[in-house]
């Protein structure tokens, strides 16, 4: 068995078997197989494609390349994956709600990705949160206090690591089979019992029609079932902005006003009980997925998740007090300026990844790996589809280190809006739900 024979069998349509898969996988991961061959292993499966069975051979052997968690815990080990969006902070909120209610959430989470936000760098605006730690400690962790967000180690999933790289720069980046075995090589190697997906659907999402949304949930929730994971997926909508800010800090901002109950986005809190139901359902900590929203909204009104989230941030090394003292706690930005249209009128349609790259540009995401990050800029007070906008008035709040960012950015995001006369339709949060 050797890379150029299963490269092969895959550029010419043939079946590649379990063996095949276990042997490329743990060659990405010891270095057996080299950077070209990857890159045409990945141009390969971009080209052709894998079928059911393969994909699933090639996420369980991506997962089995490194650690795999075990747990002995009174309670369901459960997660929650997100596609990626604008303003999508709906993990912060989610993990210590489920926590709240009983459940076990090693939520191994990533950066930023192009125009949209990554949970990590979200996180990493709190000063002191660590996260990156050991396997150990994330056990330790999330048995103590419920939940813990937290990066790959890199003994977790290596073969995808090694894979990832490459195809960032082999263009084979938008292949669904690899990004599939992506997201689930390194989910289900943190031992999970469920999984609920949040695929988007929109102007800010990377899939911007229904039929690439459903493409993509049901690669992911055939495959992870397949593997052993009860799993269900929501396609949601990111037509808009998820909650009205985007930019780290200010994202952390709307998390903390949803948890502590002083500004709740009705969004995000029907979106975060959506999901978390789902997945208390699949977790048998509800009776089906209504009674797991009910739980999860319990949990955020009592103050139970913000507790849990609290908890979550000290043991992680941030502020002992942040819940109380948030707002003391996160950075900002030193000009902030508004965003508005002369003219005015009803807000038609909103491009979120234009939003997503202003924020990219005001230095609140990576243009290239290594860049650092400004977790004080952004985007707030984003007005939503539907909002009349009266003449001169603001459209947006931009956050930026300069007046020449400031002036950028506002000019980024009056192209990204369409202004009219008109009420536009507006979709609904939740366009499908995917069971197998």
Not at 322 to 344: C, H, K, T, Y
Request: proline fraction near 4%; hydrophobic fraction near 45%.
């Amino acid at each position: 068995m050797d890379a150029r024979g299963i490269i092969a069998r895959v550029r010419d349509g043939e079946a590649l078997s379990q063996d095949d898969l276990i042997w490329f996988a743990s060659g990405l991961a010891s270095g057996a197989v080299t950077d070209a061959q990857a890159g045409a292993f990945a141009m390969a499966v971009l080209l052709n494609g894998l079928t059911t069975p393969e994909r699933v051979g090639l996420t369980r052997a991506m997962r089995d390349s490194g650690k795999v968690l075990d747990w002995d815990l009174p309670g369901p080990v459960l997660d929650k994956h997100s596609s990626g969006g604008i303003g999508d902070c709906v993990s912060l909120v989610l993990a210590p709600a489920l926590a709240a209610c009983g459940a076990y959430v090693p939520m191994i989470s990533g950066r930023g990705l192009g125009h949209t936000g990554g949970t990590l760098d979200k996180l990493e605006a709190i000063p002191g949160y660590r996260t990156q730690v050991s396997v150990s400690e994330l056990k330790s962790i999330t048995a103590e206090i419920g939940c813990a967000i937290v990066g790959a180690s890199a003994d977790i999933a290596p073969a995808d690591r090694r894979l990832y790289a490459v195809r960032d720069v082999s263009a084979t980046v938008e292949s669904i089979d690899l990004i599939t075995a992506s997201i689930l090589s390194k989910k289900l190697a943190a031992g999970l019992e469920a999984l609920v997906l949040d695929v988007k659907v929109g102007s800010g999402a990377f899939m911007k029609t229904l039929d690439e949304a459903e493409d993509l949930a049901r690669a992911l929730v055939t495959t992870a079932q397949g593997a052993g994971c009860m799993t269900t997926a929501l396609i949601t909508d990111m037509s808009q902005p998820l909650v009205g800010a985007a930019g780290n800090a200010l994202e952390v901002i709307e998390v903390m006003e949803t948890l502590t109950g002083t500004g709740v986005t009705p969004a995000l809190w029907d979106i975060t009980c959506a999901l978390g139901g789902e997945v208390l359902a699949l977790g048998g900590l509800a009776d089906d997925s209504a009674d797991g929203a009910r739980r999860i909204a319990r949990a955020l009104e009592s103050g139970e998740a913000a507790l849990k989230f609290g908890e979550m941030v000290a043991e992680l090394g941030g502020p002992l007090d942040f819940v109380e003292r948030w707002p003391d706690r996160l950075p900002a930005s030193p000009v902030i300026q508004e965003v508005v249209d002369n003219e005015g009128g009803i807000v038609q349609a909103i491009d979120g990844e234009a939003l997503g790259l202003a924020v990219v540009a005001l230095g609140g995401g990576r243009r290239r790996e290594g860049d650092r990050i400004n977790p004080s800029v952004g985007l707030s007070e984003l007005a939503a589809l539907g909002e009349d906008i009266g003449a001169g008035q603001p459209l947006a709040l931009v956050h930026a280190s300069c007046e020449a960012d400031a002036e950028a950015a506002a000019r980024a995001v009056l192209a990204a809006y369409r202004l009219g006369d008109s009420v536009p339709d507006i979709p609904p949060l939740v366009h499908q739900r995917i069971l197998r």
